[in-house]
């Protein structure tokens, strides 16, 4: 192959009980990208819709990625990449992972595969480094293998791929406000008391057991932050009366998609998210701000070729 067109799913991180290590991968609300190979021995963005980014190599969180990925196979093959941007810079729902780890699936293809899915999410986190200063892996890691994804450790790195129930639903709502995820992590406090690890440990365990027995009431009872959520749900208009209507129309639960201002509401069904998503659209329309609502399924399989 000389050229590939793909889509690169967006990505809700955290899950609210598993900050920076769980993520789940979006079947509906992504980004589409064109990889081709050049004779140049370059590597170039040559195309960018949608939002104003970086052009340089240097500065593009997908050119970052690929770079890191051809210094390690230490080839000179020279790439155009043209990125056609769905999911806005800022929204939460990994728009930066969904370059990065685009970009890595495609050169990795038109290569013929020398990296495994596993090994393309170390050389997408270079993009997420550039963009948030920190190279977790709880966005790239779904994006490139589909369904939950649970970062067991980040040295040595490993990632564990989950199952993921078949009648989830996930409702995305995006007020059209922009946190950076670097602002909304300097907020963080470094410091965490035992017994709010405790119970965020405990919720963490339940839900990846929810995961594996289908047990949506437990699924629910899970998304509980008590670390990350108190503090960056003041970022967000509105967000507990949005929890409130959400729960109220019948969610399983509900939390901050990433770093926010996008928020979720994990349901049941595809009647029921319908219901959810109905509801929290009439109360935001009151507010005087603009939003994007989604609604999808997970993503079992993440990136795919069009």
């Known amino acids: 192959m000389e050229e590939l067109r793909i889509f690169a799913p967006a990505t809700v991180a955290n899950l609210s009980c598993g900050f920076d290590v769980l993520g789940c991968c979006l079947d509906n609300v992504g980004d589409e990208m064109l990889v081709r190979k050049n004779n140049l021995n370059q590597l170039r963005i040559t195309r960018i819709t949608g939002e104003e980014l970086p052009m340089d190599i240097d500065k593009n969180v997908a050119g970052v990625a690929v770079l890191s990925l051809l210094k390690r196979l230490g080839s000179d093959q020279g790439f155009d990449i043209e990125i056609h941007k769905k999911i806005k810079s800022g929204s939460g729902i990994g728009s930066s992972a969904a370059s990065s780890a685009g970009a890595v699936f495609a050169v990795n293809k038109l290569l013929d595969e020398p990296f495994s899915p596993k090994e393309l999410i170390l050389f ?47 409702v995305i709502l995006h007020p059209l406000i922009e946190i950076r ?18 119970a965020q440990w405990g919720n963490l365990g339940a839900f990846v057991s929810a995961l594996y027995t289908n047990d949506y009431d437990l699924l629910g009872r899970s998304l ?39 928020v979720y509401a994990l349901c049941r069904g595809e ?18 701000i603009d939003f994007q ?13 069009l």
């Open 293 to 305: 609502l989604h609604l999808s399924k997970i993503n079992s399989n993440g990136i795919r070729i």
């Open 224 to 262: 509980k932050d008590e670390i990350v959520e108190p503090i960056r749900s003041i970022l967000i208009p509105y967000y507990d009366r949005l929890d409130e209507v959400a729960m109220e129309a019948g969610a399983l639960g509900f939390g901050i998609s990433g770093s926010g201002p996008s």
């Open 271 to 288: 009647e029921n998210a319908v219901k959810v998503k109905d509801a929290i659209a009439d109360f935001y329309k009151d507010q005087d």
């Open 124 to 170: 997408a986190m270079e993009g997420e480094r550039l963009a948030s200063g920190n190279p977790h892996a709880d966005n790239v890691a779904p994006a490139l293998l589909g369904g939950f994804s649970l970062v067991k450790s980040y040295e040595p790195f490993e990632v564990l791929s989950l199952p993921s129930p078949e009648e989830l639903r996930m």
């Open 181 to 198: 995820t670097k602002d909304s992590r300097a907020i963080i406090k470094q410091n965490v008391s035992l017994v709010k690890a405790i």
